[in-house]
């Protein structure tokens, strides 16, 4: 593929946390319209690999370039940067003073300076297509996990970013809710978005990936195709970790 | 000696002459006390050491004299300058009031920055992040996400806080103000009757605290409404 379509570019990214190597050596190429899942034991940096993408952490060495631009101190770089990468939490994350309404358009009033009307005409479509556009004046409190976790992807989708990122989207919900949530990221999936997503559902992986990445202690060690990562691993350490976690 | 219950009640209205003097050092050093706190907050979360070393510096010397102190300090102490008696403030700081004003605004701006800082310190670092990687910058974060959750954390010290400048303000009685704690005082030398007329005083006292206390009961309840789950 040209390098024009390379939407994400990690070139030997190293992260320390005091003497702590979090990343090392990471290099990943992400294409348009590309579908990443990252998975591998805790603590072995995944989320501060894609927490770097949007430079929630900033990387020590390497090279990190999104949407064309490099990620440096330069701040207006990085704003910039940012209203091209959705990101979505374990944690959801919603603004808790906000009704579910005014969270999703926050920062399109602030950022994109988008007039009040169509904000909130914006918002109302990424609700309906989260499937709560009947929930648009609770409170975040107010609703269930997975719905709330459907609020904070259309809150990110608002605005209209080339790539989505997903930290563990899932692994703080009830298990009733997990579907509806994976439901909303395979149909997003589906429409052709960018995503790179730290999960552990190997059927999501399995179903729309289009590379599963397994990082164990700040490095990938394996980037392949589902098939291939799930049936015949070739590294020992994924092999391990795939025993580990499709035994039940 | 026989405690006299009807001289209580009776002295109340003699009482509230002092009430509008006592108000006024209220309103007017929470008023700027607040203002005071806001600035000093900013510097001290500022993360730059030529402002926050003046904001601790500010914040510790304030919390660490009694307001009696600093109200002595400013009213016979700073006349004894030269530059003061003839600066531009000293239409204003020759007046007992003003001095009173300026002793409780600073002590307010001290404490009330710190619970400030508190509630700041209490908002969850992942609003912030994810506001972060919404593109919103760090001035708007903090308008629109750091503040209005800070000030409700914020609020049940901040009560407290204005229940203690309340009394606080008795203290402009010993520079010749005549605030309730004064008119009590006054009242006292007439009728050479303190027990009654202090418990007349400390009753209006009470009911003060309680209005405030209320307020700010119905003020944090408000402003908590989204944190409540409803049916449905």
């Known amino acids: 593929m040209s390098e024009q379509e390379s939407i994400i570019i990690l070139e030997n990214v190293c992260k320390y946390f005091g003497d702590f190597k979090a990343l090392s050596d990471v290099n990943l190429t992400v294409q348009k319209g590309e579908r990443i899942v990252v998975c591998g034991p805790s603590g072995s940096g995944k989320s501060t690999m894609i927490r770097c993408i949007n430079r929630l952490e900033e990387h020590d060495s390497g090279r990190i370039i999104v949407a064309g631009k490099e990620l440096t101190r330069e701040v207006k770089d990085i704003d910039a940067v940012r209203r091209e990468v959705g990101m979505v939490f374990q944690s959801f994350n919603l603004f808790p003073h906000l009704k579910v309404l005014d969270n999703l358009t926050l920062a399109l009033k602030l950022v994109r300076k988008t007039p009040k009307s169509e904000a909130r005409q914006i918002a109302t479509r990424y609700l309906e297509r989260v499937h709560i556009p009947d929930q648009a004046d609770k409170y975040p409190s107010q609703l269930s996990g997975g719905q709330q976790q459907r609020v904070a992807i259309a809150r990110a989708l608002c605005m209209n970013p080339e790539v989505m990122l997903f930290d563990e989207p899932t692994s703080a919900l009830d298990p009733e809710m997990i579907n509806e949530v994976l439901d909303v990221m395979v149909e997003l999936a589906k429409e052709g978005m960018t995503m790179i997503c730290v999960t552990h559902e190997m059927g999501f992986a399995r179903s729309i990936a289009d590379s599963v990445v397994f990082m164990d202690k700040g490095e990938i060690v394996e980037a392949e195709r589902p098939d291939v990562f799930f049936n015949n691993p070739s590294n020992e350490r994924t092999k391990l970790f795939l025993s580990q976690i499709l035994t039940h | ?232």
């Open chain 2, 1 to 232: 000696m026989t405690f006299d219950v009807g001289l209580v009640f009776g002295s109340i209205p003699k009482m509230l002459v002092g009430l509008g003097l006592t108000l006024e050092l209220l309103f007017l050093s929470s008023f700027i006390g607040l203002a005071l706190a806001l600035v000093t907050l900013l510097m001290r979360i500022s993360g730059r050491w030529f402002l926050v070393t003046p904001a601790v510096v500010y914040i510790y010397i304030f919390r660490g004299t009694p307001i009696l102190v600093q109200i002595f300090v400013i009213y016979y102490g700073l006349p004894q300058f030269e530059f003061i008696r003839e600066g531009m403030l000293w239409p204003l700081l020759r007046e007992p009031f003003w001095c009173c004003i300026l002793a409780l605004s600073l002590n307010a701006g001290a404490y009330v920055s710190e619970i400030l800082r508190g509630g700041v310190l209490g908002v969850d670092k992942g609003l912030l992040e994810a506001a972060s990687a919404l593109g919103i910058s760090k001035t708007h974060r903090f308008i629109y996400i750091t503040s209005p959750i800070a000030i409700r954390l914020s609020l049940p010290a901040y009560s407290n806080d204005i229940i203690s400048m309340t009394k606080a303000t008795a203290l402009a009685s010993t520079v010749t103000l005549l605030d309730m704690t004064g008119v009590a005082r006054t009242l006292v030398a007439q009728t050479f009757a303190p027990y009654e007329i202090f418990i007349s005083v400390a009753l209006i006292y009470i009911a003060m605290a309680w209005m405030i206390q209320k307020g700010f009961g119905m003020a944090e309840k408000r402003m908590s409404r989204h944190l409540k789950p409803t049916a449905g």
